[in-house]
C-alpha cells in the first residue's frame, strides 16, 4: 500500500514553455501532498504544501506564480512550471501524507526529471 | 527552521558496518527520518525516531537523543547494493520535512 506515483517521469521541453506534473496517490487518500525540487547532488528542498481544496502554502524564495500547483482532490495534485527556463531544470518529487499512518509519515513519488533547453 | 549536517561521504567494506551521524537545530521537533535515496529515485523511507532511543529494523538501526540534537543511521553488514545515498530529515510541527544534503555511502568489495 501507500503508492505515489508521478508522471511524467521524464519531460524535456523549450524554454518558455509551461511544463505540468502531476502527482497521484494511488491507494489512498492522500489530505496533505507536497513538492520537492532536488538539484545534482544536493537534498530535497520543500517547495510547497498542499491540501486538498485549499491554495498551496509556499515556502520562502519560491515563485508561486511560476510554479502553479493544484490540489484538486483527494489523490491528485498537480505542479505547472510555467515559462520554464534552463535554471528551472531538476528533479521534482511529491509526496504524500494520509494523516493516519503509524508515523504519520510521507510517501514519495518516483520523481520527475525536467531539462529545459 | 531545521539545520541539518550529515558527513558527504563514506567507504565502507562489504560486510563491515557504517554508522552515518546527523546532527540538527530545530524550532519544533516533531520526529527524525532516515531515507535511502538511489541516483535518479526517490527517497525511500528505512526508519523513524520521535523518542530518544535505537530503533532496530533488521540490518539498519537508528538512533535519536534530542537533548543532544543528534541521530544516527546504523548499516551492518554492509552489501553492495547499499551504496547509495542517505538523508536525514526533521519533521517540525507543521509536518514539514527537512533533509540534510546526503552522505553517499561507497560500499567496496
Known amino acids: 500500500g501507500a503508492v505515489v506515483s508521478q508522471h511524467p517521469s521524464r519531460v524535456i521541453c523549450k524554454s518558455g514553455t509551461s511544463v505540468k506534473i502531476e502527482c497521484r496517490s494511488l491507494?489512498?487518500?492522500?489530505?496533505?501532498m507536497f513538492w520537492y525540487r532536488q538539484f545534482p547532488k544536493k537534498s530535497l528542498m520543500l517547495m510547497a504544501t498542499s491540501n486538498e481544496g485549499s491554495k498551496a502554502t509556499y515556502e520562502q524564495g519560491v515563485e508561486k506564480d511560476k510554479f502553479l500547483i493544484n490540489h484538486a482532490s483527494l489523490t491528485l495534485s498537480t505542479l505547472t512550471v510555467t515559462s520554464a527556463h534552463p535554471e528551472d531544470s531538476s528533479f521534482y518529487i511529491c509526496?504524500?501524507?494520509?494523516?493516519?499512518?503509524?508515523?504519520?509519515?510521507?510517501?514519495f513519488g518516483p520523481g520527475t526529471r525536467l531539462t529545459v533547453l | 527552521g531545521q539545520n541539518i549536517d550529515q558527513p558527504t561521504e563514506m567507504t565502507a567494506t562489504e560486510g563491515a558496518i557504517v554508522q552515518i551521524n546527523c546532527t540538527y537545530q530545530?524550532?519544533?521537533?516533531?520526529?527524525l527520518f532516515w531515507y535511502q535515496q538511489h541516483a535518479g529515485e526517490a527517497p525511500t523511507f528505512l526508519s523513524y525516531n520521535v523518542l530518544d532511543g535505537l530503533e532496530e529494523k533488521g540490518r539498519f538501526s537508528s538512533f535519536l537523543s534530542r537533548s543532544k540534537g543528534y541521530s544516527y543511521l546504523l548499516l551492518k553488514e554492509l552489501q553492495m547494493k547499499d551504496s547509495a545515498s542517505y538523508l536525514c530529515a526533521v519533521r517540525d510541527r507543521d509536518y514539514k520535512l527537512s533533509f540534510g544534503a546526503g552522505t553517499t555511502v561507497t560500499v567496496r568489495a
Open positions: 509526496s504524500a501524507s494520509d494523516g493516519v499512518s503509524s508515523y504519520n509519515e510521507q510517501f
Open positions: 530545530t524550532s519544533g521537533f516533531n520526529g
Open positions: 491507494d489512498f487518500q492522500a489530505t496533505t
